[in-house]
């Protein structure tokens, strides 16, 4: 999109893993964000699954589960705890190796897994679900996986430490990465981004996009029902506009939004 | 008992899916081609009545495709039989279960092959070695026997070679040595010889000549080849279309060939080295002339008449004049076809 | 004209139904089945853990000196041999010492595996044309099946790390054993099968004795690509979580790592390359008497 100037729009861009060149082009007027967090309630970080929050309400935050590798032991080894990572070639992998050398995860009798791929992320986490095993690890929402599972966020009992930490040393390779310092996960930018020649075009499709703010929770309820309903996006959508006729009615001019309900 | 070792008895062979219900056709006169082109079926033997016997060289003689090999296969049962009986030494082989099948083969019947049938995996001696291996014999007492039978066939010192560095004839002495080595009372040799030079088939039937005067084997042997089967063959069985044409003596089978097929067959040999004194021996009365035993060949007979003054043989058997043969006599058998409907000229592939 | 211009598929909610069925009973299977499937590879979970801690406590010297001696004792040549222990040398010069013993006790086993359940296999194969008829198709999907497709359900069933790991990489290699098992047995010289019968040999006296001495060349050649293969399927093991030397591939692949990428590429092939040539000599070796002629 930033080299070709196709397609004209990303309609939810993270932007933490791509930051640099954006910035850039923005600054260069090629690319513009029409509207910044699409969605709202996102966000990366570490979970466990709701019966393990439930059996262990001492649990409260990362640190406290920390102490407590004996409670996710790892098959290999299991004496020590498991972290499943994030998958090996993702940029979360980075994150989430410096994360646990900040917290001296080693030290406190944990191994960071690396699953592998989604499949393997996905995979360890619903077996995890659907047998009742604690399990603890990195993942992303709004995704079906958390929604379906009601996965547990966990705050990580320390605030964010900065940006200088997060971007000039935790994001980075572990070699570039001398003295990572703990901190809570960096808040997850995401705007949908826009080509300069889309803007020019489109205003009203500018005003749509500016407007188009998913909540969390719908977005997460909606990635569910697909995945248990087996249906693709027309499906979804059409789902969607007729659940959530509140919402999307306040995106589209009061005309419009008779028009497409009408036409449902 | 017989002086049979093995009695073949009614066998029918016919390959195809409904093998059983055919024999009746063919016992009804179905032909070959007639049990193919409507049936579908193959004829491989029909109604074959054949007696071997012990202690002696059986050949067994036909064209390909005249079910000699088929025959020979089903004395150790490599091919089950449609319907017949094979009773060897009052044992009807087509009733026995698999264990004594395998028994029979192990200790009661070995066999050499057209193309040896060599294991190429293993030694000369291990390929001497095998038949006593399935037997489950002690291996030194299986390479002390091996080592013994492939010495008698002239193998000495090729023990470690394979087979494939061995020539023709020399492979097959492997093979001889093998089925020897298993102390078997009956051989079975498929074509053993054809697939060699004829120089070197020659020596081979020198070998089995040499080692049959010693042992009494009772050879069953297949050949195509109607010298070899003179040459080596106690009795000659010969085989048209999965039928038994005739069964005789060497001299039985060139003095008198049961039909066209046989006289053609005989036509080409060298009458003079298959036909003995004995068989033109006759009474006059008179015990002049050379001397001369009656088991010899009228060519060697004659080899010795020229060296001679003579042109009358006296036939001595066991040192007693039984007859006499003259030397026109000599010509008259070499020369002319003996048959019972001499002069055809049918031919056959 | 309806019917040719649309294809009559299945109603969408019958085939959600459909979906949703399957994915819900293989759910089902799992959450009732999976803990005894899990047990039942455990014994073959904590081989290969112990096998990978063995490697990895052994001391260097040691474990380059059983590569090169494995090597001669495989082909009888001191340039396979030093070129194995040559090889072992660099991947531990440049660090890639304890990923490589991960994927060598990986592969090792995996090997192992294929050719323990695929040499019966073929044999069966080759003795039943009805069986042969059953087993080629699965094999057919076996390589041709996409791996994701097996691999998030195996992962579901028995978690991420080694023994889906092993599996993985088994129903990718396994065939080649079993199909040219099957058709090495095949091959046979029917004189030489008829000889062995003839001399009463049983099913036992002729297979060991006969047929699979004759097919080694052919199982030998199995034996070879199951092992190509399952060291090209380390990379796809590593997806799901399994140690070795795919992990760093993986991580170059999406990061743009050129060197990491290539150098963890270049010690897969090295393993690939001792394990190929050590096998083949082993093979030939086996095979003396097919060098007919040259001492006579």
Known sequence: ?264 | ?349 | MGFFDKFPAMERADLRDLKKGIDSSFKEFSRSWGESIEAFFDPLFYFLVNFEKLLLSTPWPIIISIVAGLSYWGSRSWKLSAGAAISFLFIGYLGMWDNTMSTVALISVATFICIALGIPIGVAMSKSDRLQSTITPVLDIMQTIPIFVYLLPVVMLLGIGKVPGLIAVCVYAMPPIVRLTNLGLRLVDKEILEAADAFGSNYRQRLFSVQLPLALPNIFAGVNQTIMMALAMVVIASMIGVKGLGVPVLQSIQNQYLALGMMNGLAIVALAIIFDRVSQKYGKRLQRHREGGSDV
């Open chain 2, 1 to 349: 008992m017989s002086d049979y070792k093995i009695e073949i008895k009614n066998l029918y062979k016919i390959f195809g899916p409904n093998d059983k219900s055919m024999v009746e056709l063919v016992a009804n006169g179905t032909g070959k081609q007639e049990l193919l082109d409507k049936y579908g079926h193959v004829l491989g033997l029909k109604n074959v009545n054949i007696g071997i016997l012990a202690n002696s060289v059986n050949v067994i003689m036909g064209l390909s495709g005249s079910g000699k090999s088929t025959l020979i296969r089903h004395i150790n049962r490599l091919i089950e039989p449609t319907v017949g009986e094979i009773i060897v030494d009052g044992e009807n082989v087509l009733g026995m279960n698999h264990e004594k099948i395998r028994d029979f083969r192990r200790f009661g019947a070995s066999m050499v092959f057209q193309k040896f049938g060599l294991m190429p995996h293993r030694t000369v001696l291990e390929n001497g070695m095998y038949g006593l291996n399935i037997q489950g014999m002690a291996s030194g007492e299986a390479e002390k026997q091996a080592k013994h039978w492939l010495n008698r066939v002239g193998l000495s010192g090729f023990e470690d070679r394979f087979p494939a560095q061995l020539s023709g004839g020399m492979q097959q002495r492997v093979g001889l040595a093998r089925a020897l080595a298993t102390d078997a009372d009956i051989l079975l040799m498929d074509e053993a010889f054809s697939a060699l030079d004829p120089l070197i088939r020659a020596d081979m039937q020198t070998i089995l000549l040499d080692l049959q005067a010693e042992l009494h084997k009772t050879i069953v042997f297949i050949t195509h080849d109607l010298d070899e089967a003179l040459r080596i063959g106690d009795d000659i069985a010969i085989l048209r279309d999965g039928e038994l044409i005739q069964k005789g003596t060497p001299q039985n089978i060139v003095l008198k060939p049961a039909d066209d097929y046989v006289a053609d067959f005989t036509k080409d040999v060298n009458r003079a080295r298959v036909l003995t004194l004995n068989t033109l021996s006759h009474e006059t009365g008179s015990k002049e002339g050379l001397r001369l035993d009656g088991d010899l060949s009228i060519e060697q007979a004659m080899q010795q008449m020229v060296n001679s003054e003579y042109n009358l043989v006296t036939v001595m058997n066991d040192g007693t004049p039984i007859g006499q043969v003259s030397l026109s006599d000599m010509v008259g058998a070499i020369s002319r076809p003996d048959a019972t409907n001499s002069g055809s000229t049918t031919t056959y592939r």
């Open chain 1, 1 to 264: 999109m930033n080299e070709k100037g196709q397609p004209d729009v990303a309609a939810e861009l993270w932007i933490n893993a791509v930051r640099e060149p954006l910035n850039v082009a923005m600054a260069e007027g090629r690319l513009h964000s029409a509207v910044k967090g699409p969605i709202t309630d996102l966000g990366e970080g570490w979970w466990i699954p709701p019966f393990t929050a439930e059996k262990h309400p001492e649990l409260k935050t990362v640190l406290d589960i920390l102490d407590h590798p004996e409670l996710f032991p790892d098959k290999e080894d299991p004496s020590k705890g498991a972290f499943i990572g994030c998958p090996a070639g993702w940029g979360c992998q980075l994150s989430n190796i410096n994360l646990f050398r900040a917290f001296e995860m080693e030290k406190k009798g944990w191994v960071l897994i690396d699953p592998g791929s989604q499949a393997g992320l996905d995979g360890s986490m619903i077996k995890a679900n659907e047998r009742g095993d604690n399990w603890f690890g990195y993942y992303w929402a709004p995704t079906s996986m958390i929604g379906k599972y009601g996965m547990k966020l966990m705050p990580f009992g320390v605030p964010f430490a900065g940006s200088e930490n997060w971007d000039g040393c935790i994001a980075k390779a572990e070699q570039d990465c001398d003295d990572p310092k703990p901190s809570a996960w960096t808040a997850s930018e995401v705007h949908t981004v826009v080509t300069d020649r889309f803007k020019k075009k489109a205003s009203v499709a500018m005003d749509y996009l500016a407007k188009r703010v998913v909540p969390g929770s719908v977005m997460g309820a909606m990635l569910v029902f697909m995945e248990e309903e087996q249906s693709d996006g027309p499906d979804a959508a059409a789902e969607f506009m007729s659940r959530h006729e509140d919402l999307w009615m306040q995106w589209v001019p009061a005309d419009v939004a008779a028009a497409v309900k009408a036409s449902l």
